[in-house]
């Protein structure tokens, strides 16, 4: 199986980390992001999106990261990361689509703001973008510090795709200025996170 990545994507973490939970060795091929790789012809033939990650597998070219962690998943027996009881995976399911539509929009004006601007050199933040940021972030995230508080992680069955997919934007909280600060659940859950072999492989990855 080969990826199409880059190391700084949220979206391309989140994949490598679901491949590490499973064992599955990929072949990572970088897509060069800041030169513009991903603009290139051959690129959109795989991917109209101008988007990382893409998974192409046997002829079989799959974008979204979503839909890859599941993939993967899917692809493994006796996995525990995304089991087949139908309530589980709508359970899981729905903190993926969750994490899509709700948590990543902010994450994603913070991370271009704060920290993507200033390393490809196109002028310093917009503060009526980093407020538009913060307000939609610190929503999404009293939500999932509120789930989390009664809960080791995202879903009942365990971690899941759910945890990996929403803690893989965290790996920028610093460059990107994310206001977690104040909510106690989420910081536990996502130091339990940090701590997994999958992660540490990841941002080992990123280096």
């Given at each position: 199986m080969r990826l199409y990545y880059h190391p700084i994507s949220t979206c391309s973490r989140r994949v490598l980390m679901t491949a590490h939970s499973l064992g599955i060795q990929l072949d990572l091929v970088l897509v060069d992001l800041v030169k513009g790789q991903q603009n290139s012809p051959e690129f959109l033939k795989?991917?109209?999106?101008?988007?990382?990650?893409?998974?192409?597998?046997?002829?079989?070219?799959?974008?979204?990261?979503?839909?890859?962690?599941?993939?993967l998943a899917d692809r493994v027996a006796d996995q525990t990361i995304y089991p087949i009881s139908p309530r589980a995976r709508a359970d899981i399911n729905r903190w993926l689509f969750w994490c899509g539509q709700y948590f990543m929009p902010g994450v994603a004006i913070l991370n271009w703001e704060n920290s993507i601007k200033k390393m490809i050199g196109i002028g310093p933040a917009d503060p009526l973008e980093v407020a538009r940021g913060e307000s939609l972030f610190l929503d999404a995230a009293k939500i999932l510090d509120d789930h989390l508080g009664d809960r080791e992680w995202v879903c009942d069955t365990g971690l899941s795709l759910a945890d990996l997919a929403?803690?893989?934007?965290?790996?920028?909280?610093?460059?990107?200025?994310?206001?977690?600060?104040?909510?106690?659940?989420?910081?536990?859950?996502?130091?339990?996170?940090?701590?997994?072999?999958?992660?540490?492989?990841t941002q080992a990855d990123a280096q």
């Open positions: 795989l991917n109209p999106n101008h988007r990382v990650p893409v998974l192409e597998h046997d002829g079989f070219v799959l974008w979204e990261s979503y839909a890859i962690m599941q993939y929403i803690a893989a934007p965290l790996a920028d909280q610093h460059s990107a200025k994310l206001p977690i600060e104040g909510r106690p659940n989420l910081q536990r859950w996502l130091k339990q996170v940090q701590a997994l072999d999958s992660w540490k492989k």
